[in-house]
């Protein structure tokens, strides 16, 4: 925490995006109540992080970990976006583009032959500990698993930062 004040404090006057592995924000109840040990996904003192950034105006944090498509949140006046894996279903990867105003994006599929695309839904279909307790292994509970880790409605979109 000391270093990053001492970063944020030094580079105050220029745009700041945070980059970081864990995120700073919850994605779904099950990270807030520890569901599997969800609460892993997100570090513990994220409430403190994330008042050292508004403090020092950053409006960008991006992070992973969560391996869900990308999508973003907004708390307090910092825009939390989470990017996918290449190395688990649905293998994403985002492009960002960025002005000193605006930012927007494109979720893109991991170039791979239709057989790995298959076996990739299949074990991740398969898996229990992806899923959320909303995930259920029925074709209602299947749908919102894969809805939840594809979101379809949000692979491209611009948004306004400063
Ligand atoms: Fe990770």
Do not use: C
């Not at 030094?10 to 970081?20: A, D, F, L, R, W």
């Not at 990017?83 to 991991?110: G, H």
């Not at 959320?132 to 292994?137: I, K, R, V």
């Amino acid at each position: 925490m000391r270093w990053l004040e001492a970063v944020l404090k030094k580079n105050q006057k220029k745009t700041i995006m945070v980059i970081t592995h864990h995120s700073l924000v919850p994605w779904h109840d099950g990270d807030m109540k520890n569901h599997n040990y969800w609460r892993w996904f997100w570090i513990d003192n994220a409430g403190d992080v994330r008042g050292l950034l508004k403090k020092y105006g950053v409006r960008l944090v991006f992070s992973g970990h969560r391996h869900i498509s990308t999508r973003y949140q907004q708390v307090d006046d910092i825009f939390h976006f989470i990017t996918p894996a290449i190395s688990t279903y649905p293998m994403r990867y985002t492009l960002y583009e960025m002005t000193p105003k605006e930012l927007s994006w494109e979720v893109k599929d991991v170039p791979a032959p239709p057989e790995v695309w298959d076996l990739a839904k299949k074990n991740f279909l398969a898996n229990k500990w992806w899923r959320g307790p909303d995930h259920t292994e029925t074709p209602e509970g299947n749908q919102k698993y894969l809805e939840f880790y594809e979101s379809p409605t949000t692979t491209k979109g611009k948004l306004i930062y400063k």
